[in-house]
């Protein structure tokens, strides 16, 4: 079963490597969709895969990298995104 989610991380989420993270994981995982810094200094992400590597990676974005202290995770249901066909780090919005 397929699942595609909207995310937003706020805490100390920018400056510590968290998009880096973010994207290893992804790949790891093999999740498409995208990650980017917000001028409010949250971080924002899409994620697309199948349900079980969606949990894991919205498991790992809750822990962060070492020096990350996240505070939320606001999780989003969305409607698949045909588009999503990798993982991409994107300009911040």
Request: charged share 30%; glycine share 12%; proline share 2%.
């Amino acid at each position: 079963m397929s699942r595609t989610v909207h995310v937003l991380i706020t805490g100390t989420v920018q400056g510590v490597g968290y998009r880096a993270f973010v994207e290893r994981q992804a790949r790891r995982l093999g999740i498409c969709g995208w990650v980017r810094n917000r001028r409010d200094g949250s971080v924002e992400a899409v994620f697309s895969g199948d349900a079980e590597g969606v949990g894991a990676i919205l498991t790992a974005c809750r822990s962060g990298p070492r020096l990350a202290m996240v505070e939320e995770v606001r999780v989003t249901e969305r409607s698949a995104d045909g588009d999503l066909r990798e993982f991409d780090v994107l300009p911040t919005d």
